[in-house]
């Protein structure tokens, strides 16, 4: 059972080019998340999953795109990267809330680092 | 809508002192609260959570949170700090106003252990 995995572990790119972060779980999850961590800053959520074929923004979505088209894959896109794109990228899925006590828990991801330059 | 605060950005203490990381809350009905660690170029790793069950509440490694309602606090404490603690510690909320298991981040307290 590895968890969540994600690729790469660090990117540098150039500005205006793209990019897609990949996200994996094999705990059968429906929820998946992406967040984005600045240096100094806690976690915000920029696009969530709530099964395959569903997703929804979350506090930071502009620059960003995701497709759920099974539920053990959740890829992040980013189209034009720009210099406040810079960041660590995290991926982490549950349960849905509801279903006893474990479903509150989120697990993530090592992270992606990215630069833009 | 859900918040969290974290009180000090940065803690340093003696390995083998007790440990105190302060977490104040805001929440418009009864929270569920976490407290995530995240050691130096690796993912987030949940060390407790409280759900309305015990107000003390147990985690990995030592550590524990005390759940104060009076206080809107989720403190997380562990009576002897280990080298292996030092690491960042987020205390979070979760937020349920849109139906799916969002969490609130605080912005982290760096914890480090001094020998």
């Not at chain 1, 088209?69 to 959740?74: V, W």
């Not at chain 2, 609260?33 to 407790?48: E, I, S």
């Not at chain 2, 909320?93 to 609130?104: E, F, H, T, W």
Request: aromatic share 12%.
């Amino acid at each position: 059972n590895a968890g969540v995995t994600q690729t790469p572990k660090f990117r540098i790119l150039k500005i205006g080019q793209s990019m897609t972060l990949q996200c994996t779980q094999d705990m059968n999850h429906n929820y998946m998340y992406w967040y984005r961590q600045d240096p100094g800053m806690g976690l915000k959520l920029i696009y969530y999953s709530v099964g395959a074929g569903i997703t929804d923004k979350g506090e930071v979505p502009n620059g960003y795109n995701v497709s759920r088209s099974t539920t053990e894959d959740f890829p992040l896109r980013l189209e034009l990267a720009a210099p406040s794109q810079t960041s660590v990228y995290f991926c982490a899925s549950s349960y849905p809330y509801g279903g006893g006590d474990h479903t509150d828990t989120q697990y993530f991801g090592p992270g992606t680092r990215l630069t833009v330059l | 809508a859900q918040s969290v605060t974290q009180l000090d950005s940065h803690v340093s203490v003696s390995e083998g002192t007790p440990v105190l990381l302060r977490c104040n809350y805001s929440s418009s009905y009864s929270p569920s609260l976490f407290w995530y660690v995240q050691h130096p170029n690796k993912g987030l790793q949940l060390l407790l959570k409280y759900t309305s069950a015990a107000t003390l509440v147990k985690g990995i490694n030592g550590f524990e949170a005390e759940f104060k309602k009076s206080e809107t606090s989720f403190h997380l404490t562990k009576p002897s700090a280990h080298m292996s603690d030092a690491a960042e510690y987020f205390c979070v909320v979760r937020d349920s106003s849109g139906g799916y298991n969002k969490l609130i981040f605080g912005a982290g307290t760096r914890l480090a252990v001094h020998p």
